[in-house]
């Protein structure tokens, strides 16, 4: 797992992102129930993800965040990343971000793109 625990904060709202390699729904839900395991990340009002699989195509979650998954799917094919999960956790401030949330969603998956380790 690659994690980067703080990328942005937007009038209160905090954003993080993480990610692992994974086949499939069942690796992205395992790896989620992993994630939750951290009190942080399940107290999280959002944990939004996506996966571009091979075998079975794309896979996304907005976990309540409206559009934030299609937004980390279309991210994944644009770098060509299959079977990678990314999963983008926001902590809600109290304001609502209206579409600049996407911009987060996107700077989060832009850090994870950047800085995490090569991937296979």
């Known amino acids: 797992m690659?994690?980067?625990?703080?990328v942005v904060t937007d009038r209160g709202s905090k954003y993080a992102v993480s990610g692992a390699?994974?086949?499939?729904?069942?690796?992205?839900?395992?790896?989620?129930?992993?994630?939750?395991?951290n009190k942080?990340?399940?107290?999280?009002t959002h944990n939004t993800w996506?996966?571009?699989c091979h075998e079975t195509g794309p896979i996304k979650n907005d976990d309540g965040e409206s559009?934030?998954?299609?937004?980390?799917l279309r991210m994944l094919e644009r770098a060509e990343l299959y079977d990678h999960l990314i999963v983008v956790?926001?902590?809600?401030?109290?304001?609502?971000?209206?579409?600049?949330?996407?911009?987060?969603?996107?700077?989060c998956v832009n850090a994870y793109l950047s800085e995490a380790p090569d991937f296979p």
């Not at 690659?2 to 703080?6: G, Y």
């Not at 390699?21 to 395991?37: T, W």
């Open 67 to 72: 559009g934030a998954g299609a937004i980390i």
């Open 2 to 6: 690659f994690q980067i625990t703080h």
């Open 40 to 44: 942080r990340f399940a107290k999280a």
């Open 21 to 37: 390699p994974a086949k499939g729904k069942a690796d992205a839900l395992a790896f989620l129930k992993a994630l939750k395991r």
């Open 50 to 52: 996506a996966l571009l």
């Open 89 to 107: 956790t926001r902590w809600y401030g109290g304001v609502h971000l209206g579409g600049d949330r996407f911009r987060r969603v996107q700077d």
